[in-house]
């Protein structure tokens, strides 16, 4: 699955989370010193953000595209010196696209958030009828939105079009490696249904669950600062009481809460999911066995083969029965918490409506963020699942040990 894509999987992985945990810490150290010594003057500490289109060559962003693009250089050479890997173009120099136009596109969340403050204040004010707002404010601050909503929009088609090539290149690769072992992967029990079906499926949940999990952590990086800024305007949290960025905390507390809730109970999930497919390929072959051959598919076999995709069946829908219950009940209580937790603020009358927008959307992209395995639990689910068949593949083809629950008979209780 990743040899065929990536050089030295392992070894990849851990040097470029390594990598990226080195350039990010630096970027919030000496990189905005060194920034303002080539000329790139950092913002002024609490000066209004530029709105529109100018948020994003301010010289604090001209800056971070250098940085981005001096990193990546320096990581590129390296693993395409030390390790050249036919995928590599693809495999390193595509993902470092992806994640940057990623956190390029939160980026443009982050200056729509910006604006909802004049917008929204602009709005009450309005509202208030003391005739001070014209309707050609209204319609500027509109063109403004706008504007950066056909960025959005540009960056996020340009973004999927590129991931859907490189996914399908990913899965290109894969089903090259297998095809190039058929001679011993024909052998295996279901050996079609791994390197057309599985290697098919394992694409399309990852174009989807990938640019949403890289989506996910760029929008931490872009909104938690956001967030900790905007709670100087809320004092205190019910039954909490005063403390530092309370609003930062309790998107932290309750994205940990949920998503330490979801995890205990679909713990099952994942190994069931696997043996449905195991089950639904014995009895799929058996039935393909009986087209040709009539001593095949007898019913004694098909009803005990049957049985068992029943059986495995029912306890999915069993799992996912008190699976949901808790999923259902977590994103209800979500869709409130925010008002909740801002109730003491909002009675005490501390804040604009401009500004309670802006907490409700900054705090609402990071609780998304953090619930991210809330949110995608089911299809992890399915991933797993489709990777514990492929892991379970190659040790067959490549003569390693099988992992227990790949060890089952099909028949087995």
């Known amino acids: 699955m990743f040899q065929s894509f990536f050089p030295r999987p392992r070894l990849f992985l851990l040097s470029a989370l390594i990598w990226v945990a080195l350039a990010v810490a630096l970027w919030y150290g000496p990189a905005e ?15 209004d953000p530029v709105l529109g289109l100018g948020h994003f060559v301010t010289p604090q962003f001209l800056w971070f595209y250098l940085y981005c693009a001096a990193f990546l250089a320096v990581f590129t050479a390296a693993w ?24 390029f596109n939160v980026q443009v969340s982050v200056a729509i958030n910006n604006w909802r403050r004049p917008f929204f204040d602009t709005v009450q ?29 540009a960056v996020y088609v340009a973004t999927r079009f590129f991931v859907s090539h490189w996914v399908f290149r990913w899965r290109q690769a894969m089903n090259d490696y297998y095809i190039s072992r058929w001679p011993e992967v024909r052998r295996i029990e279901g050996a079609s249904q791994r390197v057309q079906e599985d290697t098919m499926r394992f694409a399309s949940i990852m174009e989807d669950l990938g640019v949403s999990v890289v989506d996910s952590v760029m929008t931490l990086f872009a909104f938690l600062p956001v967030l900790a800024a905007l ?167 490549e003569g390693r040990v099988l992992a227990p629950i790949e060890q089952e008979h099909p028949l087995a209780p």
């Open 33 to 47: 010193a060194i920034g303002a010594w080539l000329g790139f003057a950092p913002p002024v500490p609490g000066a």
């Open 80 to 103: 395409f010196i030390l390790s050249p890997h036919p995928c590599q173009g693809w495999s390193i120099v595509g993902t470092a696209v992806i994640l940057f136009s990623t956190y």
């Open 125 to 153: 004010a309005a509202l208030s009828g003391e005739g001070a707002v014209t309707a050609g404010q209204l319609y500027g601050l509109i063109l403004i939105f706008a504007q950066i909503a056909f960025v959005w929009v």
């Open 231 to 397: 709670s100087v305007h809320v004092t205190e949290l019910p039954l909490v009481g005063a403390i530092a960025s309370p609003l930062l905390y309790a998107a932290l507390f309750w994205s940990a809460f949920g998503t330490l809730l979801l995890a205990v109970a679909g713990i099952r999930l994942p190994g069931l999911n696997f043996r449905n497919q195991r089950v639904e390929a014995a009895y799929r072959k058996e039935l393909v066995y009986g087209e040709d051959d009539a001593e095949r598919a007898g019913p004694v076999t098909t009803r005990d083969l049957f049985r068992q995709v029943r059986m495995n069946y029912f306890r999915l829908y069993f799992h996912y029965a008190y699976f949901n219950v808790f999923r259902g009940m977590y994103l209800q209580a979500d869709n409130v918490f925010a008002y909740l937790i801002l109730i003491p603020t909002i009675a005490a009358g501390q804040i604009t409506f401009g500004i309670l927008q802006q907490i409700l959307t900054a705090f609402g992209r990071v609780s998304d963020s953090f619930q991210y395995l809330v949110n995608s639990w089911t299809t992890i689910i399915e991933l797993l699942s489709i990777h514990k068949r492929l892991a379970a593949f190659e040790a067959a083809f």
